[in-house]
C-alpha cells in the first residue's frame, strides 16, 4: 500500500521562497534552504521547488540553490522550472534533483517527455499542467501563467501520461494563492482519466481542502500557503488526514 | 570504516548524507583495494543490472564486494546494488550477478503502474522481526520506506526475507542472511525511518 503524500511547494525567484495569489502578486516567504530543512523535519513526504522566474526570463534553473537544498533534505526531490532539454534535465539531476518538472517545454516540445522518460525512466518526469478555466472550458496555459494554449487540460493530461510521463502536478491558478480549496472537479476529471498519479494544487488553504482533494482521487496534495503562512504544521496535517482514515506515514 | 561503493552509478552522495545524518561518517570509493578493507560496506545503486553486472566485473569491485561479503563483515545492498547480490536478474538475463544471495530478481506482474513508485508500508517478517539490525528500526511495527523499482526479489529462501510491501502482490522489499542486508527501497530518501535504518546498519556487528 502505498501513501498519500503531502507535498510543500517552494516556489522559488530570485533566490528566495515566494508565493502570490493567481501566479501573480508575490511576496517573501523565505531562504529555500532553511524552508525545505524545516519541511523535511516535520516530514514532508516530498519536496517540489519550482524556478518560477526561469521559463519567463529564459533562465536556467537554479542549480546551485538546487544542490543545496538536495543537501539539506531526505526525500524525494522534484525541480521544475526552465527545464527545456534533456541536457537541463540532467543537470538537475545531477544537482541533486529525483524528479523532473516540465510544463511550457513539454507544450511547446511534446516528443521532450518520450526524451525524458527514455534518458531518465517515466518515475523521474513530472508533467505540470496550469489550467485556467473559462467559458466553461478548462485551458492550459504556458510561461508562468501568461499565455493560453489551445489544449484543454483533461485531453492533454491524457497525451502526457501516454508520451510517458510518471505523475501529473495539476495546478489550478484559479485557485493558487486563495485558500478556497483545490478545484476538485478538475481533480476529480484529471484523476479518473489516467492512471499515473495525479498531485492536486492550488488553493489549500485549510487541512480539510487536502482531504477534499483526496477524496477526489488526488494521490498526492501540493500546498504552499497553508504551510508558509497560515500556521498549519505538516503533522497537524498528517494526524487530521489520518484521523479521516487516509493512508498517511505516521 | 564505513564504505560506499561507487561503481558508477547515481544517488551514492545521498547515502553518504544519510549515513553522515546518523552520526556515521563514510568513504566513496571506486578502489577494490578500499572496499577489502571496510569493516562496513554499501553498495547503492540506480539503474541498469546488465550495465552495473559488467561495471562490476570489468572493475574488479565486484570480486571485493564477495570478498567482504564471505569475510562476515556487515555489507547492505540498495536497491540496484541489492539486486547485484543475486546471481541473475530478469532485467538483464544474460547477465551474471555477484550471487551473494540465493534467489533472483523479477519485475512486478501487477495490472498497475509500473515502476512502483512511492512510500510503501514495510512489513517486517518473523526473522526480520528478530533481525538485530532491524529490531531497533521496526520494534515489530511496519513502517514507510520510498520505493522506485520495477523489478524486485523473488524465490528467496523463506527465513532471508524480513520484510515485505504490497503492490497487488506482496513482494521482499527488506532480505539478508547473516551478515548480508538488502534493501529494495531507498533509506537515503525515506527521511527518518531511513537513517535510523543506516544508523542500525551502521551499528550492526554481525
Known sequence: MLARRIIPCLDVAGGRVVKGVHFAALRDAGDPVEQAARYDAEGADELVFLDISASPEARRTTLEMVGRVAEAIFVPFTVGGGIRAVADAG????????????????????????????????????????????????????????????????????????LGAGEILLTSMDRDGTGEGYDLPLVRAASAAVGIPVIASGGAGRLEHLAEAFE??????????????????????????????????P | MIVVVDYGVNNLASVVRALAAGGHPA??????????????????GVGNFGQASRTLAATGLGDAVRDVAARGQAVLGICLGLQLFFAASAEAPDARGLG?????????????????????????????????????????????????HS???AGLPPDDVLATGDYDAVFPTLVGRDNVLGAQFHPEKSQRAGIELLDAFARWRP
Not at chain 1, 513539454?106 to 525512466?121: H, I, K, N, Q, Y
Not at chain 1, 482521487?217 to 494526524?239: C, D, K, M, N
Not at chain 2, 568513504?27 to 583495494?33: E, Q
Open chain 1, 216 to 249: 477526489a482521487g488526488a494521490h498526492g496534495v501540493l500546498a504552499a500557503t497553508i504551510f508558509h503562512y497560515q500556521g498549519s504544521s505538516l503533522p497537524e496535517a498528517r494526524a487530521f488526514l489520518r484521523a479521516r482514515g487516509y493512508p498517511v506515514r
Open chain 2, 27 to 44: 568513504a566513496l570509493t571506486t578502489d577494490p583495494d578500499e572496499v577489502r578493507r571496510a569493516d562496513h560496506l554499501v553498495m547503492p
Open chain 1, 91 to 162: 543537470a538537475a539531476l545531477r544537482a541533486g534533483a529525483d524528479k523532473i518538472a516540465v510544463n511550457t517545454a513539454a507544450v511547446r516540445d511534446p516528443d521532450l517527455v518520450p526524451r525524458l522518460a527514455e534518458s531518465f525512466g517515466s518515475q523521474c518526469v513530472v508533467a505540470a499542467v496550469d489550467v485556467k478555466r473559462s467559458d466553461g472550458r478548462s485551458t492550459v496555459m504556458v510561461n508562468g501563467g501568461r499565455e493560453a494554449t489551445p489544449l484543454e487540460a483533461v485531453e492533454w493530461i491524457r497525451r502526457l501520461e501516454a
Open chain 2, 151 to 153: 523489478y524486485h526479489p
Open chain 2, 100 to 148: 551473494i544471495l540465493d534467489g533472483t530478481v523479477v519485475r512486478f506482474d501487477v495490472a498497475r503502474p509500473v515502476p512502483h513508485v512511492g512510500w510503501a508500508r514495510v512489513e517486517p517478517t518473523a526473522a526480520g522481526r528478530r533481525h538485530p539490525a532491524l529490531q531497533p528500526v521496526f520494534r515489530g511495527e511496519p513502517r514507510f520506506f520510498y520505493h522506485v
